[in-house]
């Protein structure tokens, strides 16, 4: 009796300890997964309507609320982000420099919004690096030279700031701030972010 | 075979488990709870960082996906009053503060994490368009959160006749402070933010 007792104690705990390790196992992927799978996800929503591909940068405004143009020329893209922030411009590149450094070039917008920069997430949305507007003014630049390339990987290019990713892919975002987009003011904001250069190749 | 059985049944729970878990942990309240609190604002210093840890990083994935880190902004999230009643459409509010310390600030209504469509297109305010209270040179300002046109700094809440201005879902209000003070990443909990205070 004592022995059939213990052979089906025995059995019990080991299906309730494999049932519960195999929870820990699934929660515990499922949670580190997550980030990776909304981000791309997420690109692909915002990739697809723009028409550009993986490391183009992206001229449309994501505001999050209606899809009507905010500026001739300038698509607005509605709901596809949560939370953003309705007072950004918002230009998006999806980066892969799993085979090759990308070279980013850009124009610094100085005075003209309250708040400029540049910022790199891996794939993992870790936010890596925010290169902004004072930033580049301490420096005295109004353009900016960036060559990404995977964290790991020798690679120097004379006169440009090196960017070493974590990861493969992941996402460069250039945040303006327009505060009442819908002004007159707001618009020739838009108008003259859209002359500037915002330029990835590899 | 009973193994078999057994093994897919441990499988079966496990999966199930481990979704519930999934679900505390990305759970919007546990999101407040688990972050620094200041009257009815709650923030994290990890938002972006690549010192988060992994729940931390699935629940900004999910609430405020690609947040810049804490020098470059810090977000607050409200979803209740500054006497801790949850933000409610059939109520007006009033949210007061002054000027805050950083380089430029935001405070934006949400409706289930997105903007609220409205004929004004005003989603929200900021240290370069907000009107004060006492002038362009004052320091106190005043934002009305209601589904009816009000005075001065309004936020609608939507129109209530149109489909997406339903009186229903949760309200959330984020304050965004860009490249804040030493003050606010030594004093998360401590610094003067807006009171939300709902009016009878």
Redesign the interface.
Known sequence: MRQKLDKTWKRWTF?VS???????????I???A??YV??DE?SDDILEPSGVSVNQFTRRVI????DEPVVEGVPTQG?V???????HFIQFCRYDVSEKPLHIHLSVPVEIA??W?I?F??H?????L?I?D?DAKSKGLTELNITLVRRGVSYERQGDEMVYS?SDVG?I?IRT?I??R?SAEGQEVMRELLRLRAEARQ | MRTVF?TLI??G???I???G??WC??NPQRYEESGIKNGPWATSLEA???E?S??Q??R??????????K??VIYYVATTDSDGMNLDYNYNYTIEGKDLPA??W?I?V?KD?????NEK?R??Y????ILYNDGKNGTTWTIRLSSKPQEGNWLPLGDKNSTSGKREGIL?L?L?L??PDPEVLKHPDTIQLPYIIREE
């Open positions: 299906w494999l049932t519960l390790i195999l929870a820990f196992s699934f929660n515990t499922s949670i580190w997550l980030p909304i981000t997420m505001r999050g609320a209606v709901d982000v949560v939370m953003t922030c309705p007072d309250p708040y920069s910022s997430y891996a993992n949305t870790d936010n890596f925010v902004n004072l974590p996402i975002l701030i505060p009442d819908y | 057994k441990s499988v729970i496990a999966f488990l481990a979704l878990g999934l942990t990305i972006g960082s690549e988060g992994i729940y990083r699935a900004v994935s999910i609430y405020g996906l690609w947040a810049l880190e020098s470059e380089r430029w935001s934006t949400y994490l997105y903007l609220i469509p297109n989603y929200s900021s240290k370069t368009n959330c984020t965004r860009y490249n």
